[in-house]
């Protein structure tokens, strides 16, 4: 029993204590280009653009470029593990941001 009461506070505070950030993309960037967070913390990336399509590929961690997607979609990934994550848009390698990731 007290390990299931000990489990689930340890689920209830990781979801308490992680956050979710906003990175938004227009006009072929990404805003904020370059983000902090910490372990655990959620990355979501909003795609507002009229009509172009977008991905984000963190080249480092996959080798498959990701599937695009379109206005009024967005992706997101959980970053479990500390360092620094440059990534870029798969069809538009100009574009480019970098996820920065802190105790
Ligand atoms: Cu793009």
Redesign the pocket.
């Known amino acids: 029993m007290r390990v299931v009461v000990f489990l689930w506070l340890v689920i209830v505070s990781t979801s308490v204590f992680s956050k979710e950030y906003i990175v938004e993309?227009y006009k072929?960037k990404f805003s904020p280009a370059e983000i902090t967070i910490k372990e655990g913390d959620t990355v979501i990336w909003k795609n507002v653009e009229k009509r172009?399509?977008?991905?984000v590929w963190f080249k480092q961690l996959q080798k498959e470029e990701p599937d695009y997607f379109f206005p009024d979609e967005s992706y997101q990934h959980s970053f479990e593990k500390l360092g620094d994550f440059p990534y870029e848009?798969?069809?538009?390698p100009r574009?480019k941001g970098k996820v920065i990731v802190t105790i």
């Open positions: 993309i072929m172009q399509y977008h991905s848009c798969g069809p538009h574009m």
